[in-house]
């Protein structure tokens, strides 16, 4: 069992519509989370960090589960522009960001 | 600020040769990371630097080496490339305090072996 899992996706949907994401992990000593944003085989670039108590960030929002080990995204409003693959990032302890396989978006007019 | 430099941008090898990539950061940050990218697989870690002077392998270790020059540079040697080795290569770094801050990536390699 991989240790970060997201489901692939793609979800397909309209401008404006809300979206959300989960990730599991595998480890509950696990002790800072984030989310990042992949497009087209880029370099991932930060998105947000996901804070206990849950954090937002204009459209996006992060929020973390820890009794169930799990943290969510929330796109809320969503843009063409938002389309691109949403990376969960887990570190377990030290120095080892573990990455879950991403979720496609994409946004349709 | 450069942040995160990797070179090549893109590399195409035979079976059997060998390369090295190369990774420099210019944010003192005391940890380094390859990783690289299949499709439908994530981001996998190959090895990591934690700081100057070490290395420890990752999730998919063999078939590669890493040296940590000093502390702003961390290359990946591939000594006898294989096909199953085509992949995208991501070097990246952070502050490295062990409390699991932000990564800094460079902007991959496309590496493809034939």
């Known amino acids: 069992r991989k240790e970060v899992e997201q489901d692939p996706g793609p979800f397909n949907v309209p401008e404006g519509a809300t979206v959300a994401f989960n990730c599991t992990y595998s480890n509950s000593a696990s002790q800072s989370f984030f989310w990042y944003r992949q497009d087209c085989r880029k370099e991932p670039k930060l998105l947000m960090s996901?804070?206990?108590s849950g954090n937002e960030d204009g459209r996006f929002t992060a929020q973390l589960n820890r009794a169930s080990q799990y943290i969510s995204l929330l796109i809320r409003d969503s843009k063409l522009s938002d389309s691109a693959t949403y990376l969960c990032v887990v570190n377990m302890g030290g120095y080892i960001p573990t990455f879950g396989r991403g979720t496609s978006l994409i946004v349709h007019p | 600020n450069a942040g995160v430099t990797q070179t090549p941008k893109f590399q195409v090898l035979k079976t059997g040769q060998s390369m090295t990539l190369q990774c420099a950061q210019d944010?003192?940050?005391?940890?380094m990371y390859w990783y690289r990218q299949d499709p439908g697989m994530g981001l996998r870690l190959i090895y990591y630097s934690a700081s100057e002077g070490t290395t420890d392998k990752g999730e998919v270790p063999n078939g590669y080496n890493v040296s940590r020059l000093n502390k702003r540079e961390f290359s990946l040697r591939l000594e006898s490339a294989a096909p199953s080795q085509t992949s995208v290569y991501f070097c990246?770094?952070?502050?490295?305090?062990?409390?699991?801050?932000?990564?800094?990536f460079g902007s991959g390699t496309q590496l493809s072996v034939l």
């Open positions: 996901v804070y206990s």
């Open positions: 990246a770094s952070n502050p490295g305090q062990g409390n699991g801050e932000k990564l800094f």
């Open positions: 944010m003192n940050h005391n940890s």
